[in-house]
């Protein structure tokens, strides 16, 4: 028996190690990992140089508290700064967090100005923020919330998309808009530039905050650093948190001067949030994934296999709906519930996860090679074949 709580329905399968875009299990068998934790492994497993890193940190210094100055964190924030429209980091431990406090600094911006009325996050309808109180309320998702009360207010929604609702529901107590650039868990929905660009215009105009959480777009997984770079928009506050540890868990929220100014001492704190372990490994993922070249890589990768992967709709169009996504944040839009697909996948050694409506979400490593990209079409084109 397990005595692990049963919240999960979880695969019955356990790993003993994984190397890259590879998982081993413990009699060997080799399974193309194409979830990578969730967008989490952006280096895929066992990485040389992230083992590197938190061999050498881990001699010299764990844990400190943010009571004292810790250097590693200093380095991280910068090199987040001069890479994104940030001026200010916050550092925390995860994307639920990191979410919540992104909640926190819009609120406490308001508050700071002498606006304590204008609290009320705009959220979409059935997105993903986490799972904490606050940010199931966030999602307005009747699923993540049911049984959970009482409701926790602060928040309005609108269906993605709803240009119309969307404005209605501004009003003059609404401090910020929270948008997630592609709807990870929702199905990978990409928000269009030029929406992006409305929904900046739209926030300056009734002078309040857009919050882009790019805890899994962000850090690379589009394509470029963030999934609102194409659409030359500044957020006000982003969260960010699965791909800048690496499979560390790390998270953090990125903002503009002007909101960080009401964050001052006291204002917000986390134990373990930015300790020099995790710092020196974010450090090193940064450092390979803001890269330019690094970057280039994983948009000519994502052409080749989103391409590829139209050429096997166009081969079975009554199985496959739509092909999602940007960058290495892949979805495939089935016409019929995904459980079947995702199972044969894995029954052929390729690993992929659901998403909401009827979407098998794809997470390669981003340094993925071309090979293993081959080899996940290969086998995705078989099970169309025999589900035909
Ligand atoms: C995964 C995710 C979160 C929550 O991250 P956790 O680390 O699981 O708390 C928040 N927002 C988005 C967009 C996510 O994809």
């Not at 209605?168 to 990978?188: P, Q």
Request: proline residues 4%; hydrophobic residues 40%.
């Amino acid at each position: 028996m397990s005595y692990l709580t049963k919240n999960y329905n979880r695969k019955k399968i356990s790993f003993k190690r994984g190397k890259g875009a590879y998982l081993y299990t413990a009699n060997g068998s080799k399974y193309l990992d194409f979830v990578q934790g969730i967008a989490v492994n952006c280096l895929g497993h066992s990485n040389p140089k992230l083992i590197k890193t938190i061999k050498d940190q881990s001699k010299k210094l764990w844990h400190v508290s943010n009571a004292f100055e810790i250097p590693e964190g200093e380095k991280l924030a910068k090199k987040l700064c001069q890479k994104t429209f940030a001026d200010y980091v916050m550092f925390q431990n995860s994307g639920a967090e990191a979410t919540e406090a992104a909640i926190k600094v819009a609120r406490r911006y308001f508050y700071s100005i002498g606006k304590p009325n204008k609290n009320r996050i705009l959220c979409v309808k059935n997105s993903f923020h986490g799972r904490t109180i606050a940010s199931i309320f966030a999602s307005g998702s009747k699923k993540m919330t049911e049984g959970f009360g009482p409701k926790v207010p602060g928040f309005d929604h609108f269906i993605f998309g709803d240009h119309k609702s969307l404005k209605k529901k501004i009003n003059k107590n609404t401090a910020a808009i929270m948008i997630e650039n592609i709807m990870g868990e929702g199905g990978i929905k990409v928000i269009p530039d030029f929406c992006l660009r409305e929904l900046r215009k739209l926030c300056n105009k009734k002078k309040i905050l857009l919050i882009a959480d790019s805890v899994q777009d962000g850090v690379g997984r589009s394509g470029d650093f963030f999934a609102f770079d194409q659409s030359k928009i500044k957020p006000d506050i982003v969260p960010i948190a699965k791909g800048i540890g690496g499979g560390f868990p790390i998270g953090a929220v990125l903002m503009n001067k002007k909101v960080a100014a009401g964050m001052t001492p006291g204002t917000h704190g986390s134990t373990f949030g930015g300790n020099p372990l995790a710092m020196a490994v974010g450090n090193t993922v940064m450092d390979i994934v803001s890269n330019r070249k690094f970057l280039n890589n994983v948009k000519k990768l994502s052409k080749y296999f989103l391409w590829n992967l139209n050429f096997i709709k166009q081969k079975y169009p009554r199985i496959i709906k739509e092909i999602r996504g940007r960058g290495l944040l892949v979805g495939v839009q089935l016409y019929k519930d995904q459980s079947r697909f995702i199972k044969k996948l894995m029954d052929n050694k390729l690993l992929t996860i659901r998403a909401a409506e009827n979407v098998v979400r794809i997470l390669p490593p981003l340094n993925v090679k071309k090979s293993e990209l081959d080899q996940a079409l290969k086998i995705i084109n078989k099970v169309c074949t025999e589900l035909k």
